[in-house]
């Protein structure tokens, strides 16, 4: 089993390079943490009753690409000198992002439920098991059986998001390429994104999630690239 302090000193490591926009550094940090990433959508899928409901469409598929998003962003966003180890900010991060994914599927019927009171129980922010260590740093461990196959996949897919984003419109392209640090050197907030733009934060995040989600949909449009 390899060490966990060895694990986060290589994902600190991959942090730094990812901040400069290193695709290698991107590729491989995404391979470090598959396994958090598919322990997550595993988990919400059991919660969210995915393959049952199929929540406004919302099925396994969308859950992975939606917080490997959220893990480069948390890559880009992580504070190198922190204390925290990054599995379980990513962990968080990634959790997030796809628990959001989650709710903004859910039916009319489970909406009414909420509006009457009756609360929803989600997966706890950070669990951790009987000796108090932080399942995410567990999972994180977990590399995928095929890691040659795999890292070819992730190369492939990361190449398919450049393509699709270049079918956006310019001024929503820009603005993800900006935000996400894209051909850039540095992840920038919604404050300073919407302040480069000359936007309120709210319009930019109206802009951000519909470009977004078209970026999604493209993604998962069959086709290899």
Not at 186 to 215: C, N, P, S
């Amino acid at each position: 089993m390899t060490n966990i302090n060895e694990v986060d000193s290589r994902n600190r490591k991959l942090c730094e390079l990812a901040k400069q926009n290193d695709l290698f550094a991107q590729t491989e940090i995404l391979l470090a943490n598959e396994g958090l990433i598919k322990g997550l959508a595993q988990s919400l899928a059991v919660a969210h009753d995915i393959d049952i409901n199929h929540y406004a469409g919302i099925e396994m598929d969308d859950l992975l690409q939606e917080g490997r998003f959220a893990l480069l962003e948390a890559a880009k966003s992580y504070d190198l000198n922190s204390q925290t180890k990054f599995s379980t900010y990513a962990y968080t991060v990634a959790g997030n992002a796809m628990r959001d994914l989650c709710r903004k599927g859910d039916s009319s019927f489970e909406r009414q439920l909420v509006n009457h009171g009756i609360v929803q129980v989600f997966l706890n922010d950070n669990p951790v098991d009987e000796d108090g260590v932080p399942e995410a740093e567990k999972i994180s461990d977990g590399r995928i059986h095929d890691p040659v196959g795999d890292e070819a996949v992730l190369c492939v897919m990361i190449q398919k998001m450049r393509n699709r984003l270049e079918l956006l419109p310019a001024r929503e392209r820009r603005l993800l390429m900006y935000r996400y640090g894209i051909e850039s050197l540095e992840y920038k907030t919604i404050e300073e994104t919407a302040a480069f733009f000359h936007l309120t934060e709210k319009y930019l995040q109206i802009i951000e999630t519909r470009a977004l989600g078209v970026l999604r949909d493209g993604m998962n449009d069959g086709k290899i690239v």
